[in-house]
């Protein structure tokens, strides 16, 4: 059974900081791209960070210089380092995974369970 499990998350001041992290487990058999999201109460779904197998990174314009996404594929896992964290950062972040699984052919995205982040003073 293939898996995302996220951790990291919680409540932190104005300013502060927050490391996120994401592991995947299972039949994997390669990882493509990696990519953190979120999701505020009553907005959709969106894009933060997105890492390809190759390293090429793409930022969403409202955390470009205070976000960094980092891969390791020996561990299968996928971190958002996020600094200077605003009130509007608030959101449940959601990992994914584009994967290639051993015994069956294609690409499959995972999503993990996601975790709550909270900016508030």
């Known amino acids: 059974q293939v898996q995302l499990v996220e951790s990291g998350g919680g409540l932190v001041q104005p300013g502060g900081s927050l490391r996120l992290s994401c592991a995947a487990s299972g039949s994997i058999l390669s990882i493509n791209a990696m990519g953190w999201y979120r999701q505020a109460p009553g907005k959709q779904r969106e894009l933060v960070a997105r890492?390809?197998?190759?390293?090429?990174?793409n930022y969403a314009g409202s955390v470009k210089g205070r976000f960094t996404i980092s891969r390791d594929d020996a561990n299968n896992t996928v971190d958002l380092q996020m600094n200077s964290l605003k009130p509007e950062d608030t959101a449940v972040y959601y990992c994914n995974a584009d994967l290639q699984l051993e015994y069956v052919t294609g690409t499959y995205r995972y999503w993990g369970q996601g975790t709550q982040v909270t900016v508030s003073s």
């Open positions: 890492i390809t197998s190759g390293g090429s990174t």
